[in-house]
């Protein structure tokens, strides 16, 4: 069966055979409008239906209506798109949030990016009503801004102040973070009072959004400049329209006002001739239920600009998490204008959109060549990613992009260089510099780390406002490939490779594109769900195809993976079998080559725990080539499951037993004979048990040293980076990090410097939302006995060193690569740090001791095992009774950093979007209220009436019971 990775949740009902259309919940969705607007986009279905079949890749297509209907093809279930909510007087019920207006691809469509001001009136007369709805419309607001806006939030009665006191001479750019630090900071606003003096608001507005447009991009949009007035009504006054007049005599600033509540006509009037004269529109908002729809129609105003360019203006949205399981996208959107009447004014009718999945991108490039550790990227010109390996994607349905930074997963280990990589990229350049820099894996738990030195090459996107770049180790920068004049020598045996009917053998093939060899109704799946051949897939293809390899396959890949297939499968089926693994007390053994062939020979036929297809994440396999260096190509690496979290029982009583806790890998790279190139990795797989049998016989030669389960002295394995690897306390401490059972012996090593301590932060981590030595030294001894001891893997593994050469000379020949040359229980985005803990020294053989008391202190033995990243740990529990050591622990899990506020967040280096459709005053138009839905507010009456009249029946019923009841008892 063909590997299926990216596809729609199971959980979605989805019809390739026609659109949906889709009205958000607060819109009467038997209204005329939208009626008509269901109607006319009816016809797009052919197109739909069209685009899908000339291009494979295509994923959703959509189109928005000004109206807010959504129209969508596939279609798709509006239940995809609601949300559990929670409410302290009924349990979780689902509410639907989806209003295509707000999304990213819709409001950059239509929209040239701005500088916003919003002015919110906090007087005497604001009070009740008026002040809830006035603070839903700023938080409202809000939401319609994007990534290239930027904007602040004032408040004024008879002084004006900034709704976040830092921010009193800027602006914000409109990051998810930074909109949810003031929507916060609207909902602590105090009650209004005194009165509003309007001609200082509105000069304090006019002052900071013409100081802020002088600025570089990093504090402006350059573009539109806006001023929102949120006011239950204005007096006529001389000095408000002096202000006008001289701090907007050019219209650059166009003013939208929102009344809220009922007001004088008077007071309507003036604040509608406030926005005519400038050139926006005025709103009326009576009620909270015109806010959601109302706050959304100063988009079609803005727009204008843009319908009369005749532009096409095209957009590629920041990177969003699809509601529907496809993962992180981008959509490509333009805005969609008709002439009403044959008029020359072209109005806004809607947004039609296609999505582009992510991973879809990823595919593009030639992971396989850039070898493990090497990976592309893509950012836009905020400096946000568009693409990266060590993206995360967030759970849950994200209404804004997340905001995460090129610099804040490069961690290039002089900083400077990562700022200097960002801007050159931002900056339209092209080019290639060096920078050394740490990598963190595996991919979702960043608990190791390895040192590169790293090519960074990169370039501009055409027509699109994304930078691409690709970050190559030099150690990949030398690639093998088969020698095609002699394929006919591994091409058949390498084919038959690929298949084993022996249930102990296991053949992987890594999730890379060697053949498209598809069915036909697979290819009209959608490029998300993007199918990689397995190992069987390729056999079953190629077994009655091997002297022409059509163009299905990528010839040059295809052939290096038949030819490590050939070597592996003669030497396996010459050194390896099940009865020489279970006498070593082996469970299985595999080889992973770099060209995408895994070998797993299991002493358990029912065993079903198979490698990662993706081996560049297989931690087997990235594990092993993190020692990159030539000085540790000898090493054996052991590998354990790293486990997280509080242990279980850290404070009860110690309880031995015999639980089986898993396996320990341990592998060996394998190189070319000038051991500049990896081909792969050979490994082996030993149970727990059996690495603490090693451990305890090898103790046994070190004089006063005893490792059994009952010694008084504490024994443990640890790997490079401080995890328990094997000891003689319970088993299941086995994964975990040292520091948990012995803090004080971790605190001494890092005030010896024998470990030093990495730190990172982690932007894009979730956390629950909070409610507001001599020859005769005991080393020498151990030393020898643990070379002794692994000689068994040395035999099992030292046939396939044998192989090298021989592949290196007579069947491969040396490519360069060209990449490398020149709600509560809901979890929030937050910061944690992690910290990962690294021995400094592979030579250490040292004694020392922490105290446990005054009177008592403990010694302890730290020796490296050679050719290993292991290292022996022995403590001498001799404090006994009152002097005993307490528990104390030092763990290495990821923790919380303080929030950093919007004045605390740095300035990013970014670049204005070069196009700018731009709205002033002397953009002419009629100007005319843009008043509410009728029809939907006659709905929304009807109901409340209905419910009225429903509840007095009701209250009549009762009380003619009660009168009933109490008559009779009462006879």
């Known amino acids: 069966m063909t590997r299926v990775v990216n596809s729609f949740s199971n959980e979605l009902k989805v019809s390739w055979n026609q659109s949906f259309v889709y009205v958000p919940y607060n819109i009467y969705d038997r209204s005329e409008e939208i009626l008509t607007a ?42 995809t ?68 806006d930027f904007f602040n939030v004032l408040y004024f009665n008879q002084a004006t102040g900034f709704l976040i006191d830092c921010l009193n001479d800027t602006l914000a750019q409109a990051t998810s973070y930074n909109k949810n630090q003031f929507k916060q900071a609207v909902t602590r606003l105090q009650s209004p009072k005194s009165v509003a003096n309007f001609p200082t608001a509105l000069k304090k507005a006019f002052r900071l959004i013409n100081k802020v447009s002088t600025h570089r991009a990093t504090s402006s949009s350059s573009c539109n400049k806006v001023i929102m007035l949120i006011s239950d009504g204005i007096d006529f006054d001389e000095h408000t329209h002096e202000i006008l007049d001289d701090e907007n ?31 926006g529109e005025h709103y009326d908002f009576p009620t909270v239920g015109n806010v959601l729809d109302g706050v959304l129609k100063y988009q079609k105003r803005l727009s204008q600009p843009l319908g009369q360019s005749l532009d096409d203006h095209v957009i590629f949205t920041p990177l969003y998490l699809d509601g529907s399981g496809l993962g992180m996208m981008t959509t490509i959107s333009t805005a969609v204008f008709s002439n009403k009447n044959g008029s020359d004014t072209r109005e806004l009718i809607g947004v039609a959109g296609m999505d582009i999945v992510v991973s879809l991108l990823q595919q593009q490039y030639p992971v396989q060549k850039m070898g493990v550790f090497g990976h592309a990227f893509a950012i836009n010109n905020n400096g946000l990613f568009l693409m990266h390996p060590k993206f995360k994607d967030q759970s849950g349905y994200l209404p804004d992009p997340a905001t995460v930074y090129l610099d804040e997963v490069e961690f290039t280990t002089n900083p400077s260089k990562g700022i200097e990589l960002k801007r050159a990229m931002i900056n339209n350049e092209t080019g290639c510099m060096s920078a050394e820099a740490d990598w963190l894996f595996p991919k979702h738990s960043s608990q190791r780390v390895v040192r590169l030195n790293n090519t960074y090459c990169y370039r501009p996107m055409e027509k699109t406002p994304f930078f691409a770049g690709v970050s190559m180790p030099q150690q990949n920068a030398i690639q093998m490939v088969a020698d095609k004049t002699k394929a006919h020598l591994f091409r058949r045996s390498g084919i038959n490779a690929l298949h084993s009917d022996d249930p102990n053998v296991i053949i992987e093939v890594a999730e890379w594109s060697f053949c498209d060899i598809r069915t036909e109704g697979e290819k009209k799946q959608p490029a998300s769900i993007k199918y990689y051949p397995t190992a069987e897939d390729l056999y079953q293809y190629l077994k009655n195809n091997d002297e022409d390899l059509d163009e299905k396959c990528d010839e040059e890949m295809l052939l290096t993976l038949l030819l490590s297939a050939s ?64 000085e540790f190509h000898n090493q054996l690496t052991f590998s354990v499951d790293i486990k997280s979290g509080k242990p279980q029982n850290l404070h009860d009583k110690e309880v031995f037993n015999d639980e089986e806790i898993g396996n320990i890998a341990i592998g060996k790279s394998v190189y070319t004979g000038d051991e500049n190139t990896m081909l792969g990795v050979v490994g082996m797989s030993v149970r727990v048990d059996f690495m603490n049998r090693i451990m305890h016989e090898a103790a046994q030669n070190i004089t006063d040293s005893d490792c059994s389960k009952n010694s008084s002295q504490k024994c443990y394995l640890i790997d490079e980076n401080g995890y328990i690897v094997a000891t003689n306390r319970p088993v299941n ?87 490398g040359v020149s709600a509560a229980s809901r979890n929030v985005s937050c910061t944690k740090t992690i910290e990962i803990y690294l021995l400094k020294n592979r030579s250490i053989d040292t004694e020392g001791a922490f105290n446990c008391s005054s009177n008592c202190s403990q010694k302890y033995i ?20 009152a002097d005993e050591c307490p528990l104390f622990s030092k763990n290495n899990e990821p923790k919380r950093t303080r929030d950093l506020t919007v004045c605390e967040q740095p300035l990013r280096y970014r670049r204005a979007l070069s196009v700018c459709y731009k709205l002033t005053g002397e953009d002419k138009r009629a100007c005319f209220d843009v008043n509410e839905n009728k029809e939907s507010n006659i709905i929304i009456y009807l109901i409340v009436f209905i419910s009225i009249c429903f509840a007095i029946i009701i209250a009549i019923s009762f009380n003619m019971y009660f009168r009933k009841y109490f008559h009779g008892r009462c006879m």
Not at 40 to 56: A, G, M, P, S
Not at 105 to 114: F, H
Not at 606 to 612: G, I
């Open 733 to 819: 401490r086995v994964g975990y990090f040292l520091g948990w059972y012995e803090g004080q012996l971790i605190e001494d090593m890092e005030k010896r410097e024998i470990l030093e301590v990495r730190e990172y932060n982690d932007t894009q981590a979730e956390c629950p939302q909070q409610s507001d030595t001599s020859s005769s030294s005991p080393a020498n001894i151990l030393k020898t006995f643990y070379y002794t001891v692994f000689q068994l893997v040395y035999n099992v593994l030292a046939h396939t060193l044998a192989i090298t050469w021989w592949m290196l000379t007579s069947l491969l020949t040396v490519s360069m690569n060209a990449i």
């Open 249 to 279: 005599a050019e219209k650059e600033v166009v003013i939208f006002s929102y009344i809220v509540g009922q007001s004088t006509d008077e007071g309507r009037a003036e604040m509608k001739d406030i926005a005519c004269q400038s050139g």
């Open 862 to 881: 730290i020796q490296s095992i050679p050719d290993t990243n292991l290292a022996q740990v022995i403590i001498n529990n001799n404090c006994r009774g």
């Open 81 to 148: 798109y609601t949300e559990e909510i929670s409410s302290s007087t009924s349990s979780n019920r689902k509410i639907d949030l989806y209003d295509c207006r707000r999304r990213l691809w819709y409001n950059q469509a239509i929209n040239s990016p701005k500088d916003v001001v919003i002015l919110m009136d906090m007087s005497g007369s604001m009070t009740g009503a008026h002040f809830k709805i006035s603070k839903l419309i700023v938080q409202s607001l809000l939401d319609t801004l994007q990534q290239d």
């Open 38 to 79: 269901a109607k006319y986009t009816k016809e797009l279905d052919e197109v739909f239906i069209e685009n899908r079949d000339q291009d494979e890749t295509t994923t959703w297509q959509h189109f928005g209506s000004v109206t807010g209907l959504w129209r969508n093809f596939p279609g798709l279930w509006k239940d």
């Open 567 to 630: 070597v592996v499968a003669n030497f396996t089926r010459d050194h390896w079998s099940v009865e020489e693994l279970t006498h070593n007390n082996i469970t299985d053994a595999y080889i992973i080559t770099s060209s995408g062939f895994t070998y797993i020979l299991s002493t358990d036929v029912n065993n079903t725990k198979r490698l990662d297809r993706d081996i560049f994440e297989e931690i087997r396999f990235t594990h092993p080539a993190s020692f990159y260096q030539k």
